[in-house]
């Protein structure tokens, strides 16, 4: 588990970008739903995900942040089975081992997770999980070994199905900025020493 001071605080209005975004994806998918309320609260998502896109650094040195934290994730992390994960586009898996680091936001009823295929052979799966604490939903991403969005997982109510990676894209550059921002301020004391960073794996 990650202590709660060192894990970074997003400010107010990014947090509840990346929640609007997540009801107006099921807003837009319910049987009868407030089309017109959905479609407001995905544009409110696209102020944070150009905002998100602005403060990115180069797409090497992103690749880069992404290697050290999945890195980070098999050296220090923790070993569980995944139930359900998405391998691929409309694909699941039934069980995979992976390795995990956890954080609670106790205050927001979420938790989040990072893991990364325990197996060598499985390494090149990479997840990122945020679920709701209190009604168990939860949204699970796979990513790319450079951080990029690969395929969704939705679970409610004991059923999971997979969705358009579109639905959930700008809710997995906050889950995974989270990750990358905690990493950094776990470091931080070492980087004032000056000491270098470990080798990727």
Known sequence: MIPAQQRPRFPRWVRKCAGAFRRASLLLEAPGGDRRLGQRLSLLSLLLLSTVASRTPSLSRNVERFQTLTAWVIET???????????????TAAKMRVIARTADEPQLNLQHVICVGAAPRDRRFVFFIVTDTVDKSST???????????????????????????????????????FLRTLQMIRQPDSEKHEKPP???
């Open 140 to 178: 699970i991403w796979r990513a790319s070994t450079e951080g990029k969005l690969l395929s969704t997982l939705c679970s409610a109510g004991g059923a999971s199905r997979a969705v358009p990676n579109t639905e959930f894209a700008t809710a997995f550059l906050v889950e995974r900025e989270f």
């Open 199 to 201: 080798q990727r794996r």
């Open 77 to 91: 992390g923790s070993p569980r089975v995944l139930d359900k994960v998405p391998i691929r586009a409309e694909a």
